[in-house]
T-cell receptor, first 109, second 115 residues
Framework: GQNIDQPTEMTATEGAIVQINCTYQ??????LFWYQQHAGEAPTFLSY??LDGLEEKGRFSSFLSRSKGYSYLLLKELQMKDSASYLC??????????WGAGTKLIIKP | DAMVIQNPRYQVTQFGKPVTLSCSQT?????MYWYQQKSSQAPKLLFH???????NEADTPDNFQSRRPNTSFCFLDIRSPGLGDAAMYLC??????????????FGPGTRLTVL
């Protein structure tokens, strides 16, 4: 079956760094997406990885290891506005997104 | 600005009373998706259209129907809403054929309450 696993909730301090892990199992693989979703709002696209390695985009970076079925999202210099849920989604061979339930990130001052 | 618009943002209906949610887009994207998302859960894909080609997910209940009269608009009809259908309904679009390189753009969602 297809499955995405990520922690339910994480807490971090403003200004610090946090890493949100995701493991995936999909039927075929066409890449791994990270979305940010603030409470009561729609998800917004953060990053896409299809090749192994690290993709950096400002304060956010995303890493992929296809052999391990593993990805992480790294957030640096945390700000209070980064408090949100972070959704990991794998794209299967039919180009459908298989979504995780999201990791709720709580930022404390 | 080009965007995905959903109306209404909040919808209240009574148990068993049909309801229609609407989505429009100014992005001129070929693909439109409807997702159901319950609190602290992953979005669940209900249907998607690639142009007029309708694709129903195998586990989408018959109670849910969809229409796409033109490129810009897509509707979600819930024929007889039950209490379990209370959720956020998200519309999303992507450009071209479904592919890894075409990220999905989401509307703000419609939060459905069933009384």
């Amino acid at each position: 079956g297809q499955n995405i696993d990520q922690p339910t909730e994480m807490t971090a301090t403003e200004g610090a760094i946090v890493q949100i892990n995701c493991t995936y199992q999909t039927s075929g693989f066409n890449g791994l997406f990270w979305y940010q979703q603030h409470a009561g709002e729609a998800p917004t696209f953060l990053s896409y990885n299809v090749l192994d390695g690290l993709e950096e985009k400002g304060r956010f970076s995303s890493f992929l290891s296809r052999s391990k079925g593993y990805s992480y999202l790294l957030l640096k210099e945390l700000q209070m506005k980064d408090s949100a849920s972070y959704l990991c989604a794998g794209m299967d061979s039919n180009y459908q997104l298989i979504w995780g339930a999201g990791t709720k990130l709580i930022i404390k001052p | 600005d080009a965007m995905v618009i959903q109306n209404p943002r909040y919808q209240v209906t009574q148990f068993g009373k049909p309801v229609t949610l609407s989505c429009s887009q100014t992005l001129n994207h070929n693909v439109m998706y409807w997702y159901q998302q319950k609190s602290s859960q992953a979005p669940k894909l209900l249907f998607h259209y690639y142009d007029k080609d309708f694709n129903n997910e195998a586990d989408t209940p018959d109670n849910f129907q969809s229409r796409r009269p033109n490129t810009s608009f897509c509707f979600l009809d819930i024929r007889s809403p039950g209490l379990g259908d209370a959720a956020m309904y998200l519309c999303a679009t992507s450009k071209g054929s479904p592919s890894p390189y075409n990220e999905q753009f989401f509307g703000p969602g419609t939060r459905l309450t069933v009384l």
